[in-house]
């Protein structure tokens, strides 16, 4: 793991600064998240073993509210056994959006995540993209996982016109009252190195055949 976390960290935006470290709560992460967009992407280093616990929505977007500020630029986020999760008493929100240029002009939203659990998000019907939802953008996990997520597709993570890349990662635990519990793919690509996608409800990824190596 700390392999990948260094190599995430060396393919950091190259329109970071140095590596801001954010404090575990709640507030700083959304701070940080809204700095590294305002200036142009930037290295979040999220706090070790922190959990990240997310009372409310701190975003919106079209498809409905978000946990943290939409990533509109580029910017990694680097953990070490870190959880970004929404408080089981809060109203339902995806946990993360990634947003590009292809479905929102004017955004390039890259979103790299390494070490780092993405958990409890839940999209309200009839919103895709219960942990993550990728619209135009590109999403990178490395040594990380998305589990116990809910929407109506794409439980764990849904994409449109985007990339999705997994590598010696896990989407599993995850459902949708449709299809895609772990993996929607409308549009775009996505592709797993040594990653599980497992587990998810009612079934891994959807449409059948649309994720490489993805099977039930």
Request: charged share 5%.
């Amino acid at each position: 793991m700390l392999c990948s976390l260094t190599a995430v960290l060396a393919a950091a935006p190259a329109t970071a600064h140095a590596q801001i470290p954010v404090l575990c709560n709640e507030n700083a992460l959304v701070a940080a998240v809204n700095a590294a967009n305002a200036a142009g992407g930037d290295t979040l280093a999220l706090a070790p073993f922190c959990t990240y616990t997310l009372t409310s929505a701190h975003g919106s977007a079209s498809d409905g509210p978000v946990g943290l500020p939409p990533i509109t630029t580029p910017i990694t986020m680097a953990g070490l056994g870190t959880t970004i999760t929404r408080a089981a008493s809060a109203p339902p929100f995806r946990v993360l959006e990634v947003q590009g240029d292809a479905n929102v002009p004017g955004t390039n939203g890259q979103l790299s995540l390494a070490a780092i659990t993405v958990r409890g998000g839940n999209a309200p019907a009839p919103d895709p993209g219960g942990g993550i939802s990728n619209r135009g953008g590109a999403v990178t996990l490395v040594s990380s996982s998305v589990t116990g997520n809910s929407a109506v597709a794409g439980g764990g993570i849904y994409v449109d016109n985007g990339t999705v890349s997994l590598t010696a990662s896990g989407v599993t635990g995850n459902s949708a009252t449709t299809a895609g519990g772990g993996i929607y793919r409308n549009s775009g690509v996505v592709s797993l190195l040594v990653s599980n996608v497992s587990g998810n409800t009612p079934d891994n990824c959807a449409p059948a055949g649309s994720v490489p190596g993805c099977t039930g």
